[in-house]
T-cell receptor, first 113, second 116 residues
Framework: AQTVTQSQPEMSVQEAETVTLSCTYDTSESDYYLFWYKQPPSRQMILVIRQEAYKQQNATENRFSVNFQKAAKSFSLKISDSQLGDAAMYFC??????????FGSGTQLTVLP | NAGVTQTPKFQVLKTGQSMTLQCAQDMNHEYMSWYRQDPGMGLRLIHYSVGAGITDQGEVPNGYNVSRSTTEDFPLRLLSAAPSQTSVYFCASNPGQGRFTNYGYTFGSGTRLTVV
């Protein structure tokens, strides 16, 4: 079975600082994307960033970027210039069977003023 | 464009009761899925569908039924509610078919279900 591991249940960062959330995955797909989702207290699941596995270049979306190491099956999320609105649960996801998503257990990010 | 709509947002059931969680999407997406979210366990796949008339089981299907008679709707039925089914339930959809599958899933706002 495909697995996604987020080894940091909780992280905290000072406002305006940078934080990196870790994720490792295992998939049998050969052509796939990886995803980071954000879940604020409102409970809504919001897509933050996606990475194409066949691209060497790491994806970037404004203050969010990834460090994708395909051989190591590692997919970390870096948040630069952290803001109070970044406080949320963050989930890493990779494709499982039938291209349905398999999620990690999440990392709760606290942003300190 | 409403996206993915889930109803109800909150529900309390007694053990043994049955109910249906509704999910509808207006994006003509082929793929639809149901997940449950429990503390410390992320989201786990219950059932999914890759098109009207086609459904399959996910990681935690026991106690749940689904059907997909139209592209738009994908209801989740709890046959006889148990306290272990207390959770937050999410419906999600994806365009499906080829490269668009990789664009990620769009999620509904979730249903918080409590079984007492």
């Amino acid at each position: 079975a495909q697995t996604v591991t987020q080894s940091q249940p909780e992280m905290s960062v000072q406002e305006a600082e940078t934080v990196t959330l870790s994720c490792t995955y295992d998939t049998s797909e050969s052509d796939y994307y990886l995803f980071w989702y954000k879940q604020p207290p409102s409970r809504q699941m919001i897509l933050v960033i996606r990475q194409e596995a066949y691209k060497q270049q790491n994806a970037t979306e404004n203050r969010f970027s990834v460090n994708f190491q395909k051989a190591a099956k590692s997919f970390s999320l870096k948040i630069s210039d952290s803001q109070l609105g970044d406080a949320a649960m963050y989930f890493c996801a990779s494709p499982g069977s039938a291209r349905q998503l398999t999620f990690g257990s999440g990392t709760q990010l606290t942003v300190l003023p | 464009n409403a996206g993915v709509t889930q109803t109800p947002k909150f529900q309390v059931l007694k053990t043994g009761q049955s109910m249906t969680l509704q999910c509808a999407q207006d994006m003509n997406h082929e793929y639809m899925s149901w997940y449950r979210q429990d503390p410390g366990m992320g989201l786990r796949l219950i059932h999914y569908s890759v098109g009207a008339g086609i459904t399959d089981q996910g990681e935690v299907p026991n106690g749940y039924n689904v059907s997909r008679s139209t592209t738009e709707d994908f209801p989740l039925r709890l046959l006889s509610a148990a306290p272990s089914q207390t959770s937050v339930y999410f419906c999600a959809s994806n365009p499906g078919q080829g490269r668009f599958t990789n664009y990620g899933y769009t999620f509904g706002s979730g249903t918080r279900l409590t079984v007492v």
